[in-house]
């Protein structure tokens, strides 16, 4: 096992492991109760992943899926909902959002002298530490929040970067990857941010879960790297049936789709025309992003449509050659061996080519 292979595997779950304690300890401290420590527990479940990869694939990731991506979020998402749901009872001073961080030099200079007379650096260090754990209890719990939700997915990304890569996946494939990570942690923020910020949606716990729901929901794009990667498929009988042939020509594009429509953009919008068509809440910024998430969605689907004609283009043209092409980087030549149900399928999707084109093909034939 290569040394870096194993260093980036283990640092890269240990960061996790530590954000994951954080919002544990933030979740403690909000509700004042011991007994929220047991969500610590969660990050076990890492902690075996990490082993059996070890293990089985030396520290390389798996293909399609990432299972150390989708663990932390086991681990951390139950926190953050935690938080949200809490949210509301601590203010930071007269401007929102500023961080009151009054971090004395009284109190460096109390531990300073406290540790001339005792066992010195050692000693010195651990008061200082303690000096600055209390300093950082002094943050509003909503300054707290917002930072885990910003280290969270800028974690996601980052995390992802350093897991090493399986053989599956190339690096041009993982560097398409994270940027579209990065669009996508962006536009997932300010959905959480900009929705659950508003008073009335506040005042309003139902409401409140079901954002928390589609937030969480939002974030299962990220363990899959099916963004990139092509299907692959064989040259058979059942990989030359039509929904086969879209499949593994375009899984990347139809991917990227699909978690637009039904992931990302979709609910995003659905729940935001909830705010404004039933809940009466309008403002600048919710206004702008729910036009944004409707321009998306008909992007997407205009994408769709395009795919399907280029598609269906291909295939009448493939027919008419007499090939059959399973993969852009895969062609397929078509053997006397084809099937007559196979050209048949062909020919329908094709919606039936003029007499003369049929009877051509049939002499070619």
């Known amino acids: 096992m290569e040394l870096m292979v194993l260093l980036n595997a283990l640092v890269t779950r240990l960061l996790f492991v530590l954000h994951s304690l954080i919002g544990v300890w933030r979740v403690t401290a909000v509700k004042k109760e011991p007994k929220y420590w047991l969500l610590a527990l969660l990050n076990l479940l890492l902690c075996l992943e990490t082993g059996l990869t070890l293990k089985f694939k030396q520290g390389r990731g798996y293909k399609w899926f990432s299972p150390a991506i989708f663990l932390y979020l086991i681990c951390i998402v139950p926190s953050l909902w ?3 749901i809490h949210h509301g009872t601590q203010y930071c001073g007269n401007e929102p959002g500023a961080v ?11 531990s300073r002298d406290s540790s001339h007379g005792s066992e010195g650096t050692d000693h010195h260090i651990i008061q200082t530490a303690k000096v600055f ?10 300054v707290w929040t917002l930072a885990l939700h910003q280290t969270f997915l800028l974690l996601l990304v980052v995390g992802r970067w350093l897991l090493p890569i399986g053989v599956e996946i190339t690096r041009d494939q993982l560097s398409q990857l994270l940027l579209m990570f990065v669009g996508t942690a962006a536009d997932i923020l300010e959905f959480a941010s900009e929705t659950l910020d ?3 949606v506040r005042k309003n ?14 974030m299962l794009q990220f363990p899959l790297d099916l963004a990139v990667q092509h299907i692959g498929c064989k040259p058979t009988a059942s990989s030359r049936r039509i929904p086969s042939l879209l499949l593994c020509r375009y899984s990347a594009e139809l991917w990227n789709i699909g978690v637009s429509l039904f992931i ?18 309008f403002n600048q910024m919710l206004v702008f992003f729910t036009a944004k ?3 998306v969605v008909t992007l997407q689907l205009y994408r769709l449509a395009v795919i399907m004609l280029d598609f269906r283009a291909t295939i009448l043209q493939k027919s008419r050659k007499g090939e059959v092409s399973c993969c852009p980087c895969e062609p397929y030549e078509a053997s006397t061996h084809a099937t007559t149900d196979q050209d048949t399928n062909m020919k329908e999707f094709a919606a039936f080519p003029p007499k003369e084109e049929s009877q051509a093909l049939s002499e070619d034939q």
């Not at 961080?101 to 460096?108: L, Y």
């Not at 754990?133 to 909503?142: A, M």
């Not at 409401?207 to 729901?213: D, H, Q, R, S, T």
């Open 133 to 142: 754990v209390n300093q950082l209890s002094t943050i509003c719990e909503t």
């Open 293 to 295: 998430n409707i321009l």
């Open 82 to 84: 935690l938080l949200e």
């Open 100 to 110: 009151q961080v009054n971090v004395s030099n009284q109190d460096f200079n109390q």
């Open 198 to 200: 508003i008073e009335d």
């Open 205 to 218: 716990y139902a409401l409140i879960n079901a954002i928390l729901a589609v937030w969480t929901w939002s």
């Open 264 to 281: 990302q953009d979709g609910p995003f919008f659905i729940v935001r025309s909830i705010l404004m068509g039933h809940f009466r809440i």
